[in-house]
């Protein structure tokens, strides 16, 4: 997804730019481009393709002199990847640049209006058209530009600007999209993600939603939508600098992954320590909304809320929950998962359900997004930022989160005695060093890896809560490897999937609960003989199952409601490996990105 970065100070901007988008190369895209002032004069310089190339453009920023200047990636979404599509895009004089993140939703409509006004186009973006806008709108002030600009544009946007006719000014605008705002001595930044400037500067403004931020080198003015000066508060970042970087390991995945232990174990120690999570009134349904993996906890929250505390869960893909007149009361606990807490269809589904009067519980990775923001409560996953596109340590710690919520609301409910709260809280504190052990048989993935990775199909089965891990671990090795994979509940292969079952097909079996062991043996058994090659997953002591299986990889013995975040380490590790062997670009595939903020 897009990233923004920009810069005024006394430096040369170039080389800072072109540092901070390779920063945020993490949220995947297709082009980059830099625009910088210099004697007065905008200077664009753009390219489709990696940061690599914008870089020997500018002979890595010598080409261009000047210190205040706007960077972007661009990940397509109005046109193709293309030179003329990436930002900075620039009214026709070439006297304004802008970077856009986001998406205009009546982008179409205001093209024409300017078209009929003269305004010529030369690419397909929705950023031109608000290039030419501003340039409509501009009287000699830039703030008072933005302001008659957020009140034409609908959609969603974080802009960062600058005019040659404005040498000492950057200005920043946010609606929906993330923008902050950093503070430096003797100079200032924007950016749309926090490591982008983190080596520079720890103490940042978070602008809300509509606020129009003013950046000379010296110093910052924020304003509303009105113009009238808002007072920030300095928010501090206390995330370490190296934590963002791969710290020794060829990527960042397999570093995120080494991780978990430590993420979970931040996660879930406040609250074990300061009591599990209150609640006014005790919700009588539970709503989980999320996408992608964060569904995936989602799944596994409704085996274990509804097992602890006997309250209804429905779970929902974000996109399909804002679009289906969802049933929501007062005392429905609506909750929401994600690790950027940006995603464009889970903050809308958010809004939607908030709108229907449900209490909103977020549970997000990063501090200060527009989920944190507009939750009415907050669980924070402490996972640290996440660069891999593939989610690992931030499902790790939402599956952990999801447990200590089961947890509250059975305790809420009456159904938790102190005896078993101390027994589950003790099996959720052990959980770090179990995976610890776990990270330990890596090498063994590695090998069967090896075994794996020409698979042209591969099915993920499972039970219960398997089957929801099954469907993390299949997400997990289509994503990064490119292998075709399903996950089904084991019982639902036979009712038409099976059919694809051939001679050599690698099945997946997870085969963690011991009330449903015997139920999964049975349907390995239906797999195996139409040729199919098993690799089980189970809980060490059930050696049963290798008369069944090819291969049989164990998990320690825990409560065995814990058992998806030992399970999903092993499937993590399975999905790195086998993408490795292929060779493909794990930390960002093709077609993804970190943060989705468009629908
Ligand atoms: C898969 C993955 C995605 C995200 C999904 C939601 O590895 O990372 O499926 O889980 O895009 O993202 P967040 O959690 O940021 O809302």
Redesign the pocket.
């Known amino acids: 997804m897009c990233g923004i970065v920009g810069y005024i100070g006394a430096k040369q901007a170039a080389p800072i730019l072109l540092d901070g988008l390779a920063k945020l190369e993490y949220r995947g895209y297709d082009s980059a481009g830099i625009a910088v002032l210099n004697e007065q004069a905008v200077g664009v310089t753009k390219t489709k393709g990696r940061l690599k190339a914008l870089s020997d453009l500018l002979d890595g920023g010598k080409k261009a002199a000047g210190s205040v200047g706007i960077g972007h990636t661009r990940w397509a979404t109005h046109g193709a990847p293309s030179d003329v599509n990436s930002h900075p895009h620039t009214n026709a004089a070439g006297t304004l640049a802008i970077v856009h993140n986001g998406s205009i939703e009546n982008y179409m409509r205001i093209k024409v209006f300017l078209q009929e006004k003269g305004y010529q186009f030369v690419s397909e973006t929705d950023t031109e058209v608000i290039a030419h806008l501003a340039d409509y709108f501009y009287e000699g002030d830039l703030v008072d530009m933005v302001v008659k600009l957020t009140e034409k544009l609908e959609g969603s946007y974080a802009l960062g600007i600058l005019s040659s006719e404005h040498p000492d000014e950057l200005i920043a605008v946010r609606k929906e999209s993330p923008l902050i705002v950093g503070l430096g001595d003797g100079e200032n930044y924007i950016a749309s993600d926090i490591p982008a400037i983190l080596q520079y500067t720890r103490k940042v403004y978070l602008l809300e939603n509509g606020e129009i931020a003013r950046l000379t080198k010296d110093g910052i003015t924020v304003y509303d939508a009105n113009k009238n000066v808002v007072p920030k508060e300095v928010f501090e970042v206390d995330w370490d600098v190296s934590a963002a970087e791969k710290g020794g390991y060829e990527h960042f995945m397999f570093k995120e992954i080494m991780e978990e232990p430590e993420a979970i174990h931040k996660t879930i120690t406040p609250i074990i320590k300061e009591g599990l999570l209150k609640f006014g009134r005790v919700p009588d349904r539970v709503a989980i909304v999320?996408?992608?993996?964060?569904y995936h906890v989602g799944v596994v929250g409704k085996y274990v809320i509804e097992k602890l505390a006997g309250i209804p869960v429905e779970v929902d893909i974000a996109s399909e929950f804002r679009y289906r007149d969802p049933i929501i009361t007062d005392n429905t606990l609506v909750v929401i998962?994600?690790?950027?807490?940006?995603?464009a269809d889970?903050l809308a589904a958010l809004r939607e359900a908030k709108k229907r009067g449900g209490r909103i519980l977020g549970i997000v990775n990063v501090v200060g997004s527009s989920i944190a923001r507009e939750s009415d409560e907050v669980l924070y996953t402490l996972a640290g930022p996440e660069i891999a596109?593939?989610?690992t340590k931030?499902?790790a710690t939402q599956l952990s989160a999801i447990y200590l919520l089961g947890l509250s609301l059975a305790k809420a409910e009456g159904r938790l005695s102190a005896a078993d709260e101390k027994i589950y809280c003790d099996a959720l504190e052990r959980m770090p060093e179990l995976i610890a052990g776990l990270l330990e048989q890596k090498d063994v993935l590695a090998q069967y890896a090896k075994q794996y990775y020409t698979a042209k199909n591969v099915f993920f089965i499972g039970r219960g809560l398997d089957y929801a891990v099954a469907l993390e671990g299949s997400?997990?090795l289509k994503?990064i490897s490119y292998i075709h994979s399903e996950a089904y509940g084991a019982g639902e292969l036979k009712h038409g999937t099976i059919s694809l079952i051939e001679e050599g097909t690698l099945v997946v079996a997870l085969a963690t609960q011991d009330l449903l062991f015997d139920k999964m043996v049975s349907n390995i058994k239906e797999v195996k003989a139409r040729g199919a090659v098993v690799l089980s997953v189970a809980e060490e002591g059930n050696t049963e199952i290798e008369e069944c299986s090819d291969v049989v990889l164990y998990i320690p013995k825990n409560n065995q409601l814990f058992t998806p975040s030992l399970t999903v380490v092993l499937l993590q590790l399975l999905a790195y490996y086998i993408a490795g062997e292929k060779g493909c670009d794990i930390d960002k595939p093709r077609n993804l990105a970190k943060?989705?903020t468009v629908e």
């Not at 998962?337 to 995603?343: A, K, L, V």
């Open positions: 999320a996408c992608g993996s964060a998962i994600s690790q950027s807490g940006e995603t889970t596109v593939a989610t931030a499902y997400l997990k994503e943060s989705v």
